[in-house]
C-alpha cells in the first residue's frame, strides 16, 4: 500500500509510519499553547522528524472533549506560515486536521499533502470529499460519535467494533462516490471521540477488523484520557509509554498509520514490534 501526495510523491506503507502531532492551538488537551510562534512550531516539527516522525500532522483547531468551534480564518492564520516554512524547508509529507473545505484548500495550496477530517467529510456536506477527490490528495476519514461539544454524554453502540467500522466503510463508499480514488482513503475508529472506556478498548481489541477492510488503518491514542485511567497518569504528558504500548498493539494488528505526540518511545515501540511480526511471517 501507498499513499500518493499532491505533487506525485507517495508515502509507502510498507512498515510503521507515525505522523507527529502540531497542535496550533491555545486548548488542545495535551500540548495546547505550547508553540505560540510559527518559529516555535517549524522548530518542533523538525525536531520530530529527526526523532523518526515520517510525516507532520497540523491542527489549528482543538478537538477534545467540550472544545467550541473555530473559524476558518482564525485556522488558517494559525496554519499557514506554519505550512509555507515546512514545504519550503523538509519534503516530509504535511497532514492538515481540519473538517472545513476553506482550511483544507488553502492548506494544499500552501504545501499541505494529507487531509486528516475527523467529521469523515460531514461537516461541509461532503464538499470536502469534491474537494480531495479534484486534488488528488489521500483524506484520513475518522469516526466521531456527535461532535467535540457534546460527544462524550453517554456515548452509545449496540456493538462498537462493527457500528463504528460499518460507519467508516460508508463514508469511504461516500468518498468513492465523490470521485476519491480507493487506494488514498485511510480509516481511522477515533479512539476517545464519542467512547467510553470499555468502547476504546474493544476498539483496540478489534483492531485486526479494520485492518481487514482493505484500507490503510490509521490510530490515534496518543496521552489520550483513558490511558490515564488505566495507569494513573494524570498529566497528559506522561502517558507516553502507554501510548507506545497501544503503538505496539496496533502494529501487532497490522495497522500502518500511528498519530502521536511523542515521536522517540512510539517509534521504538513501532520498529521493534514490526521486526518480531516480520520475522514470525
Known amino acids: 500500500m501507498q499513499l500518493t501526495l499532491t505533487d506525485d510523491r507517495v508515502l509507502k506503507l510498507d512498515r510503521p509510519r507515525l505522523l507527529g502531532i502540531l497542535n496550533l492551538t491555545p486548548d488542545s488537551f495535551s500540548d495546547g ?19 523518526g516522525a ?92 456527535g461532535e467535540p461539544a457534546t460527544m462524550q454524554n453517554d456515548p452509545r453502540y449496540d456493538n462498537v467494533v462493527a457500528d463504528v467500522l460499518n460507519f467508516l466503510l460508508s463514508r469511504a463508499e461516500a468518498a468513492q462516490q465523490a470521485g476519491v480514488k480507493r487506494q488514498q482513503i485511510v480509516i481511522d475508529p477515533g479512539i476517545g471521540f464519542g467512547k467510553t472506556l470499555d468502547h476504546n478498548l474493544a476498539l483496540l481489541a478489534g483492531l485486526d477488523e479494520f485492518v481487514a477492510a482493505g484500507y490503510p488503518v490509521l490510530l490515534g491514542t496518543s496521552r489520550k484520557g483513558f490511558l490515564g485511567t488505566i495507569t494513573g497518569a494524570r498529566q497528559p504528558a506522561d502517558r507516553a509509554a502507554a501510548t507506545a504500548a497501544t503503538t505496539a498493539i496496533g502494529v501487532a494488528a497490522g495497522v500502518q498509520m500511528f498519530r502521536v505526540h511523542d515521536v522517540v518511545p512510539n517509534r521504538q515501540a513501532a520498529d521493534v514490534t514490526f521486526a518480531i511480526g516480520r520475522h514470525r511471517s
Open 54 to 145: 515520517d510525516a507532520i500532522d497540523l491542527g489549528a483547531e482543538s478537538t477534545r472533549p467540550g472544545a467550541a468551534r473555530i473559524e476558518a480564518d482564525e485556522q488558517l492564520a494559525r496554519l499557514l506560515p506554519v505550512i509555507e516554512q515546512l514545504a519550503d524547508q523538509t519534503r516530509v509529507p504535511i497532514s492538515i486536521d481540519t473538517t472545513r473545505v476553506k482550511v483544507a484548500e488553502a492548506a494544499l495550496d500552501a504545501g499541505g499533502s494529507i487531509i486528516n477530517d475527523v467529521s469523515a467529510g460531514r461537516d461541509d456536506k461532503d464538499d470536502m470529499l469534491r474537494l480531495i477527490a479534484e486534488r488528488g490528495c489521500p483524506i484520513i476519514l475518522m469516526h466521531m460519535l
Open 33 to 51: 499553547g505550547m508553540y505560540p510562534s510559527a518559529q516555535s512550531a517549524v522548530l518542533h516539527a523538525h525536531q520530530m522528524i529527526d526523532d
